[in-house]
């Protein structure tokens, strides 16, 4: 299943420093639940354009049913979103990055 660059020594230390410093699903985290993740998700997509070993600040740290959630919506062509709490912690994590 793993391919590029998750196959990778490189995203294997970028995915494991990741969680070392947010051990916790961020968009859980948005909406006040405590899950550990378990994958890093880029934030933008490298098919959309995304650096496949960004900044930790441009991965996200999800908990498996976040980014199950997440992966269901874009296989559907959904925005995902809709997705209740992906769609919260989007929201907050935009006006973040304006605060930024
Ligand atoms: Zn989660």
């Not at 051990?23 to 639940?33: D, I």
């Not at 933008?44 to 999800?62: H, K, Q, V």
Request: hydrophobic fraction near 35%; include cysteine.
């Amino acid at each position: 299943m793993a391919k590029w660059p998750y196959s990778t020594q490189r995203w294997q230390r970028l995915r494991r420093q990741k969680l070392r410093e947010y051990p916790l699903c961020e968009a859980c985290l948005q909406v006040g639940r405590i899950e550990p993740a378990t994958v890093v998700d880029h934030r933008i997509a490298i098919n959309a354009g995304g650096d496949p070993y960004p900044p930790l600040a441009e991965l996200t740290s999800l908990c498996e049913r976040c980014h199950n959630a997440k992966t269901r919506c874009e296989q559907l062509g959904e925005d995902f979103m809709r997705t209740a709490v992906i769609s919260l912690s989007e929201r907050q994590l935009d006006i973040a990055n304006l605060r930024g």
